[in-house]
């Protein structure tokens, strides 16, 4: 399945969460992915949680903050979209917010080996992209 050739909602067959050596669960590649295929399209709900300054609530960490006209409102993703775990700069998996189709979704930005961990980057939307491998 490539960008062009999106399912409506769910992750794709594929991918798998199972545990993280680094990060207790995670989002892994059952089988080679090819850079620029969209794995997952996650229906989103907005949450009653509204982002303060200085005080974080553990329950934010599960939350997107990505939709520029409402930047304190938290959404939640369906499917595997909490278990995205943090690859910093060194992200293979960007995400992106879609209101008009109430979405979000996750598409790997270079070619991803079966047993890969699938990684986004906590901070996207925040600096400037930079696609870096995994050494």
């Known amino acids: 399945m490539t ?25 892994f590649a059952r089988g080679k992915i090819e850079a620029d295929t969209v794995i997952e399209r996650c229906a989103v709900l907005a949450s009653m949680y509204q982002r303060t300054p200085g005080r974080p609530c553990a329950f934010s960490r599960y939350l ?11 959404f939640i993703p369906s499917g595997f979209g909490t278990m995205y775990n943090d690859g910093g700069m060194c992200c293979n998996v960007v995400y ?14 270079r070619d991803i ?23």
């Open 3 to 27: 960008a062009n050739n999106i399912a409506h909602f769910g992750p794709l067959a594929d991918i798998c969460v199972k545990e993280s050596d680094t990060h207790g669960l995670g989002v």
């Open 64 to 74: 997107y903050y990505a939709w520029a006209d409402f930047p304190t409102v938290g």
């Open 96 to 109: 992106e917010v879609d209101m008009n189709s109430r979405c979000l979704s996750f598409t790997v930005i």
């Open 113 to 135: 080996e079966p047993g890969e961990e699938l990684v986004i980057d906590y901070k996207q939307l925040t600096r400037e992209p930079l696609k870096c491998k995994f050494i």
